[in-house]
C-alpha cells in the first residue's frame, strides 16, 4: 500500500502539508523461511512534512522528515529548516536534524546533521536562467565525525536552446576520515551536464560524472580493498535527431573507467 499526500494553499498562507509513505505485509511459508518472521508489517515514510515558504515573506520554514530543496543530495533529514530573504533573488538557511534510521543497517548509525546554504535566483527578460546554491553540511555520530563537505549546485540556462548544471561536492576531512582518506580535503562529487539545442529537430548533449564513494559512519570498519573500487569517472555524449514529427533517432558514446580496472569500459 502507497500514500502519496499533498495539501496546497493551506489557510491560503502558502502552506503545504506533504505525505509520502509505503506499508507492506508479509506472509511467508515456513518452508521457505529462514529466520524472519512468518508474518510481519513493513512500513518506511518517506517523508511527512509542513513547508510554509511565501514568495513574498522574508522568513520560511520546513519541519518534519523532508529532503532540503536545493541541496538534494545530501537525502532525507527528520528536523527543520529556517530559510531568510534577503531580496528578492537571495536567500540563506540554516538546518538542523537527524538521518532516519532506516537509511543505515544499525540503528546505532543514526547521525545528526547540520548545515546552511545561500541560494541565488536571476531571470532574464531575454530568457536566460540563472541559479546557483553554496552549502555546507556537517553529520556527525555523537562527537564522532561522519562527514563534513561544501556544496555547489547550479544550472545555467538561456531558454531551452542551451544548457549547464553542475553539482560539486568538496570533503573537509578530519579524525579517523583523514586517516582513511589520506588528505585534509577530497572532492567527492562532480557532475556536468550541458546540451544545446540548436534547433528542434537536433540536440546535443555531453555529461561528465567524477561522483565518488566517500567514507562516512557506517563504513568506518570496512576494509578500505572493499570500499576504494567503487571510485568512478567517465564522459558520455549523445545526439537525438527528429527523423518525423513523432519518430526520433537518438545515439550515444559513453567512456567510463574505475580507479581498479587496467581497461576502460566503452559503451554506445
Do not use: C
Amino acid at each position: 500500500a502507497r500514500i502519496n499526500f499533498r495539501v496546497d494553499n493551506i489557510w491560503k498562507e502558502h502552506a503545504t502539508l506533504t505525505i509520502r509513505t509505503r506499508g507492506r505485509y508479509d506472509v511467508r511459508n515456513s518452508a521457505y523461511n529462514t529466520g524472519s518472521p512468518e508474518q510481519e508489517w513493513r512500513n518506511r515514510l518517506w517523508e511527512l512534512s509542513y513547508k510554509y515558504h511565501p514568495p513574498d515573506a522574508r522568513l520560511g520554514f520546513t519541519i518534519g522528515r523532508f529532503i532540503p530543496q536545493h541541496l538534494g543530495n545530501i537525502g532525507f533529514i527528520d528536523g527543520g529548516l529556517l530559510s531568510v530573504r534577503l531580496a528578492d533573488n537571495l536567500q540563506v538557511a540554516m538546518m538542523a536534524g537527524r538521518r532516519p534510521e532506516w537509511a543505515y543497517g544499525e540503528i546505532d548509525h543514526a547521525l545528526e546533521r547540520y548545515g546552511s546554504y545561500v541560494f541565488f535566483r536571476h531571470h532574464s527578460t531575454a530568457g536566460a536562467t540563472f541559479e546557483q546554491t553554496f552549502g555546507a553540511v556537517g553529520e556527525f555520530h555523537g562527537s564522532i565525525p561522519s562527514r563534513t563537505f561544501l556544496a555547489w549546485r547550479g544550472v545555467v540556462r538561456r531558454g531551452t536552446s542551451l544548457g549547464l548544471s553542475h553539482s560539486v561536492e568538496l570533503d573537509i576531512n578530519s579524525g579517523w576520515r583523514r586517516e582513511r582518506v589520506g588528505h585534509r580535503t577530497s572532492l567527492s562529487n562532480l557532475y556536468i551536464q550541458t546540451w544545446v539545442h540548436p534547433r528542434r529537430d537536433l540536440r546535443f548533449s555531453v555529461q561528465y560524472d567524477n561522483r565518488q564513494k566517500y567514507w562516512y559512519y557506517e563504513l568506518i570498519s570496512e576494509a578500505d580493498s572493499l570500499f576504494d573500487d567503487r571510485i568512478r569517472r567517465g564522459i558520455r555524449g549523445s545526439v537525438d535527431v527528429a527523423l518525423l514529427a513523432q519518430v526520433w533517432l537518438h545515439a550515444s558514446l559513453g567512456y567510463r573507467k574505475t580507479s581498479n580496472e587496467t581497461k576502460a569500459s566503452i559503451s554506445y
